[in-house]
């Protein structure tokens, strides 16, 4: 354990019932070797953010009964100690979700205590999103570890070495243009990001697919992490209609289909569609799969 040395700040609370800490954050995290995310070996999960004060690092770890501890280091621990209960779900109503049929609610009793966190980091979760657009999560995953390595501060707190603050909207704009080639996007995500980093896009999260390039699907997983937003739908997914498709009606369906039996959830859709992902989990594969590109080759 390396990293940068800073003074810690905690702060310990409790909730209702127990929070699958690990479930809720894990869609967070960016590949395997995400530099902004790791799960220690007390199952503690820490993050690396580029707060509005600054870098910063927070870990989430559950304490005794329905107890949650937060601790963070680094210019931005303050901000991060205020917001972690709402990554955690503190401002979201799961009381406006109510399963209408037997399978949504054996899903939703499979996955219990399941609340929509937010972190309020716009920015953090479009360019991921925006990294992971009609690629394999191999490509996206290699592009995000890259770039974070290359351009990232050194997370502070007591972390690996190589755990990464992800870059500020405006550092996305210096990356040289070989430097976005050796991570393997090509030009027109390279080019949606420096556009996109021109704009101020913390209170834009309703607007985005006004940018270029940002289209349903990068809007929709941008607002599900930066805004907990439980009604957030991923049209075009690659995955997300299977998986919703074989939990709730036992085969796999097109975007058409899950609209369909997303319908009756209207407002709440992507928490029916996180319960399929987290209580029945992903479809066998069969049939072929995306071909991994390397554009460092082209």
């Known amino acids: 354990m390396g990293g940068v ?6 702060r310990r609370w409790t909730t209702s019932t127990r929070t699958p800490v690990r479930a809720m954050l894990a869609i967070h995290q960016r590949g ?24 910063g690092t927070v870990t989430i770890a559950t304490g005794a009964g329905t107890e949650l501890i937060a601790r963070a280091w680094g210019p931005g621990a303050a901000w991060l ?3 972690a209960p709402k990554m955690l779900g503190a401002a979201d109503d799961p009381t406006q979700f109510i399963p209408r049929d037997a399978v949504v609610e054996r899903l939703a009793a499979k996955v219990p205590n399941l609340r929509i966190g937010r972190t309020d980091r716009v920015w953090e979760a479009l360019v991921g999103a925006v990294i992971e657009q009609k690629v394999t999560g191999t490509e996206a995953y290699r592009a995000w570890r890259y770039l974070l390595t290359k351009y990232g501060e050194r997370a502070p707190g007591p972390v690996p070495d190589d755990m990464r603050v992800p870059p500020p909207r405006q550092r996305w704009r210096d990356i040289t243009e070989s430097d976005w080639h050796r991570s393997g996007l090509e030009a027109i995500r390279a080019k949606t990001i420096r556009t996109a980093a021109a704009v101020d896009v913390e209170t834009k999260a309703d607007r985005l697919t006004a940018l270029p390039g940002v289209g349903l699907w990068t809007a929709a997983h941008t607002r599900i992490r930066a805004v907990g937003d439980p009604d957030a739908v991923p049209v075009g997914d690659y995955h997300t209609p299977s998986v919703v498709g074989m939990a709730l009606a036992g085969e796999k369906v097109d975007d058409d289909g899950m609209l369909e039996l997303l319908e009756p959830y209207a407002g709440q859709r992507y928490r029916v569609i996180r319960l399929c992902e987290l209580g029945a989990g992903m479809p066998e594969r069969r049939g072929p799969r995306m071909s991994v590109r390397d554009y460092r080759r082209m």
């Open 81 to 83: 100690i205020d917001t």
């Open 5 to 10: 040395a800073a003074q810690k700040l905690e």
């Open 32 to 55: 395997s070797g995400d530099p902004a995310f790791r799960v220690a070996a007390d199952g503690s999960v820490w993050r690396a953010v580029h707060t509005p004060d600054g870098p």
